[in-house]
């Protein structure tokens, strides 16, 4: 009874296991389908990147967005201080930003702008006021990861600071006179020259959060689906033992039966015995 416990918990441990993988592939699968469509990309991004998946744009690397990584706790500030730059297209020359934008032009697909590998150089900023005030985490393009090749990112983020909260970047921004543009780890931002750009962050909704969370499914699909193979293994494995122990308590059963018949018989034959003994003592 353990045995076959042990067999029954694994196996339904092991069906759940599969339960959660499935569920999970479904919903990496929805991601993917979000990242290969552009979803949440504009009508030029999408133009611009299907041709050039076509093979009718050279030259074209794809959207900032798709080629940098942060950190979680990261993302609302990363996402909040590109803004429309997550958009902004890198391309290997001018040349190949001039066809795209010839191709948009033609076919009426609005309008993107484009970062030529060839011409952008990156700038971060010198200043170190900010450094030294209280709630300074880092320049934001030191918080993202990219190819080398990719720097050119650090246009868009190498002149901007990221803080921990609003109440530091209030005084970080005056102490710097309101030359820097800051934003905070929950996306409210001091703009250079002093204007506050605030509010709510929309959860999990930016283009970048969702190639993180790709990621992040992904290493968690790897080991879901270690621990279920573990389980089916371990499944397998107490299901044989169980049948192992059942086919032993058959065998035991047909000797036990066995031995209750000889038993029987005995019994039988001690009574005889008893009887002849009887019979002798009588005639003694």
Avoid: W
Avoid at 35 to 49: C, H, N, T
Avoid at 74 to 91: D, K, P, S
Wanted: aromatic share 2%; with cysteine.
């Amino acid at each position: 009874r353990t045995r076959q416990d042990k067999r029954d918990a694994l196996q339904k441990q092991a069906s759940a296991a599969g339960v959660q993988l499935d569920t999970l592939d479904s919903k990496i699968r929805m991601l993917q389908e979000l990242e290969r469509d552009y979803e949440g990309f504009s009508k030029a991004v999408r133009l611009v990147m299907q041709d050039a998946g076509a093979g009718r744009l050279r030259g074209v690397h794809g959207p900032v967005s798709k080629l940098i990584r942060d950190e979680d706790r990261y993302t609302t500030a990363i996402e909040t201080a590109l803004g429309a730059a997550m958009q902004n297209i890198v391309v290997s020359s001018e040349e190949d930003g001039k066809a795209a934008i010839q191709m948009l032009k033609r076919r009426d697909g609005g309008r993107a702008t484009f970062l030529p590998l060839t011409t952008i150089r990156p700038q971060t900023l010198q200043d170190t006021v900010c450094q030294r005030q209280p709630g300074f985490i880092a320049i934001a393009s030191s918080l993202v990861s990219c190819d080398a090749q990719y720097r050119v990112v650090e246009n868009a983020l190498g002149r901007t600071v990221i803080c921990d909260t609003l109440d530091h970047a209030v005084p970080m921004a005056r102490a710097s006179g309101s030359r820097v543009r800051i934003v905070t780890l929950d996306g409210q931002v001091m703009n250079a020259g002093g204007s506050m750009t605030g509010g709510s962050a929309a959860k999990s909704a930016g283009v970048l959060t969702r190639a993180n969370t790709l990621s992040r499914l992904a290493e968690e699909r790897k080991a879901l689906a270690a621990s279920a193979e573990t389980l089916r293994q371990q499944a397998a494995e107490a299901a044989s033992l169980a049948a192992k122990t059942e086919f032993e308590i058959t065998a035991v059963q047909g000797r036990l039966r066995e031995a209750e018949d000889e038993v029987l018989r005995r019994t039988e034959e001690a009574k005889q015995v008893q009887l002849l003994a009887a019979t002798v003592e009588e005639n003694l």
